[in-house]
């Protein structure tokens, strides 16, 4: 029985379509338009929901491949945890046959930051639901989960930069926890910046002496280069 074509890798001036996966919203927004579409995501979220609403979203847009920031641990490509914050099915859904078209999926906090980088090395922060962190040296990528390493009286980075870091501790001592773990992460990779992204971020009311505030608008910047920009095609995309 003949097996049906694969689709097939977009040319460079083909459209892409990014979706950012969060904790409480996803966006998505076609390369060429100015204004993200979204929906609340939450703990009920399963995968296969995901892309029926994308679909159901965005069925007015024509792409023809998708770049997708997932909310968790991604491993060539494919995600190997089911996230925090949303519902189950995300690891083992075939998410380029839902869609229907090619897809290239990383970590949420991977995609923005290769949205934010300007060169040298950087170390991004995302300051939203949780805590996303990754880093590009000289070019090169690597998202991490420092966010869920332990910090200080029993509760991990996360649990003090994550929203119910800032929801038990309010805005003053949040901020000074982003302040320290910034200074400390900062020093301890030895970059030459921080990009403080997210949508808390908006919520301090100054930056840590050598970081500049992101934008979530990175998050789509970043999509559009996963595929249109040789080094991230064949970047370490973890």
Avoid: C
């Avoid at 996803?26 to 100015?34: H, M």
Wanted: aromatic share 8%; hydrophobic share 40%.
């Amino acid at each position: 029985m003949p097996q049906p074509d694969k689709p097939r890798p977009p040319r460079r001036s083909s459209r892409i379509l990014t979706v950012d996966v969060g904790g409480t919203h996803v966006k998505v927004l076609l390369r060429g338009k100015n204004k993200p579409r979204e929906f609340a995501s939450g703990p009920k979220l399963t995968a296969r929901q995901m892309v029926r609403t994308v679909r159901r979203l965005v069925r007015d847009w024509h792409y023809d491949a998708v770049s997708i920031g997932y909310p968790g641990v991604v491993l060539h490509g494919r995600p190997v945890t089911e996230p925090r914050h949303l519902g189950h099915g995300w690891v083992g859904f075939d998410y380029a046959r839902a869609f229907g078209k090619p897809v290239k999926m990383v970590n949420d906090a991977a995609m923005q930051a290769i949205g934010s980088y300007r060169g040298g090395r950087m170390l991004f922060l995302g300051l939203g639901t949780g805590l996303g962190v990754a880093l590009i040296l000289h070019g090169l990528l690597e998202s991490t989960e420092i966010g869920h390493l332990p910090y200080k009286k029993g509760r991990s980075f996360e649990q003090y930069l994550g929203i119910d870091g800032l929801q038990r501790l309010g805005r003053k001592k949040w901020q000074r926890a982003v302040f320290e773990v910034t200074e400390l992460l900062r020093a301890a990779f030895e970059v030459d910046y921080v990009v403080l992204g997210g949508g808390n971020a908006l919520k301090l009311k100054k930056l840590p002496p050598g970081a500049r505030l992101g934008s979530n608008a990175n998050a789509f910047r970043g999509g559009y280069r996963l595929w249109l920009e040789q080094r991230w095609s064949h970047a370490r995309l973890t």
